[in-house]
């Protein structure tokens, strides 16, 4: 079956949005270090920052409409529940996938939440940054790729399902040494949090601003221990 002209104009605006996400950062670290603005923090800081701006103007009725939609057609007990609901079967998942990981592989690095640790690990580097990057950039632009961008191609659920947290693995493991073991059930992590968010994001009319909300909640937690220092 041919593509139309408007199915082919939606797949490329895809491919960019990918290519962009992919090698936005070593583009523009690039120039800063040709100009001497060598802080690595502030190169990705703006790099970031540059992206976000970019893929909101791109998709800025998309999460406009889902924002009215969830304010609008939402009782607030609801716009609680179904935040919360996605946001503890999230939780659950991950602590099964933790158990899984330590029955398995009971030698790995102990790591717990891959989410929270990935938070602890650059909160060390930059708090401010940790801040932005797992509370704006993280909700905002990265479902606006894994979610918007894919869905925007594969109208079939279980398509985009699969594709979606396909992709989601692949991008943050991309550069990962796969020849340890329990890398594969940490990946597998991954892919069971695109899969609930994707679900989610089906459920709920393909709202992207309720999956951003989903994913708030998500970082707030560790976030928010780690900046109390809690079991510090």
Do not use: C
Request: net charge positive.
């Amino acid at each position: 079956m041919s593509l139309s002209k408007n199915n082919i104009n939606v797949l490329l605006k895809t491919i960019i949005v990918f290519i962009v996400y992919l090698f936005y950062t070593k583009f523009i670290s690039a120039f800063f270090n040709m100009i001497g603005l060598t802080d690595s923090i502030m190169q990705m800081f703006i790099a970031d920052l540059l992206f976000l701006i970019g893929i909101v103007l791109v998709y800025k009725d998309s999460i406009k409409q889902g924002f009215l939609d969830f304010k609008n057609n939402y009782k607030t007990s609801k716009k609680i529940t179904v935040v919360l609901k996605w946001t503890v079967i999230i939780f659950v998942v991950n602590m099964l996938m933790g158990m899984l990981t330590e029955l398995f592989f009971p030698n790995a690095v102990a790591g717990g939440d891959d989410n929270a640790n990935a938070i602890y690990s650059l909160f060390d580097i930059s708090s401010i940054y940790t801040i932005f990057k797992t509370m704006i950039f993280a909700v905002i632009a990265e479902e606006l790729v894994f979610k918007k961008t894919i869905r925007d191609v594969f109208k079939n659920n279980i398509l985009f399902v699969i594709i979606s947290g396909l992709i989601y693995v692949m991008m943050n493991f991309a550069y990962t040494d796969l020849t340890q073991s329990y890398i594969w059930m940490d990946m597998l992590g991954y892919f069971m949090f695109a899969v609930i968010t994707s679900i989610a994001y089906i459920k709920n009319n393909d709202n992207i601003f309720i999956v951003m909300m989903i994913k708030f909640l998500y970082n707030l937690l560790p976030l928010t221990i780690m900046i109390l220092g809690i079991g510090a």
